[in-house]
């Protein structure tokens, strides 16, 4: 007599462990999500670190490019966190500007503390004016596009302020005052507003490349810092 076949008992199948994500168990998802803001990138400082990624996007996608959602997404946080933090475009893009003007006025006050006569230091000042601009057009472009700005905002205010006064300083306007606020005299207005309109001109033609035809028949090793600085040359020499 043949014995029955004994069938075997299927295996027991382990519970699948639900995932939050693909490969990703649920905790280490809740875990990253309840990070949000804390993400390393800012190191608990993400007004700074917003600050940063709107400078890095204006830098590599202009002035066009520059939105809260394209800086949220550098910064690797919400859509919310800039407005957060600056209410809107505008608000955000006046901050940075301020962040702009603090470097460009600190680079130039810098500079003319290298100079060994009045001259020197302003043509120093000049310089690093020019190189500042080369350096971070869209800083540079930003700073200037007033319509863009919110000009009542404390620190975007005083640090144009500062950049004012050191623009009058450079080209020797005598004025034992505040020169970036108390009233000037028609020869000092003109002074600066001649010299600001100069410098800022060959500056915007510089790094708009609107000057390559003219660096190009230079002679030889002489370049944009050369040209600029024969230009203040002869500024200067014809001012009286």
């Known amino acids: 007599m043949t014995k029955p076949t004994k069938t075997a008992k299927p295996r027991a199948v382990p519970p699948v462990r639900r995932k939050g994500a693909i490969g990703v168990p649920a905790k280490k998802t809740a875990a ?13 400082d993400l ?38 933090h600056f ?3 505008i608000g955000l893009v006046s901050e940075l500007a301020a962040v ?3 470097r460009f006025n600190a680079a130039m006050r810098a500079a003319g503390e290298t100079g060994t006569t009045p001259m020197e230091s302003a043509l120093a000042r000049a310089t690093a004016y020019l ?17 863009r700005l919110d000009m009542t905002r404390p620190a975007l205010r005083e640090a144009a302020e500062a950049s004012f ?17 108390d009233d ?22 510089t790094i708009d490349g609107r000057l390559v035809d003219i660096l190009r028949r230079l002679p030889d090793g002489a370049d944009a810092e050369t040209l600029f600085i024969e230009m203040l040359k002869i500024t200067v020499a014809r001012k009286d």
Do not use: C
């Open 32 to 44: 990253k999500k309840a990070a949000g803001d804390q993400s390393p990138y800012h190191h608990g």
């Open 87 to 89: 209410g809107d475009l």
């Open 165 to 181: 006064a050191g623009l009058a300083s450079v080209v020797g306007t005598q004025h034992s005052g505040n020169v970036a606020t």
């Open 131 to 147: 190189a500042y601009a080369r350096a971070r057009p869209g800083m540079y472009k930003l700073m200037f596009s007033t319509e």
């Open 47 to 84: 007004r700074g670190a917003l600050l940063k990624a709107a400078e890095m996007v204006l830098e590599r996608d202009g002035l066009q490019g520059l939105t809260l959602r394209a800086v949220a997404r550098e910064a690797g946080v919400s859509h919310a966190a800039p407005t957060h």
């Open 100 to 102: 702009g003007f603090r």
């Open 184 to 205: 000037l005299t028609p020869d000092q207005a003109a002074h600066i507003a001649r010299t600001w309109s100069l410098v800022h001109g060959f500056t915007m033609l």
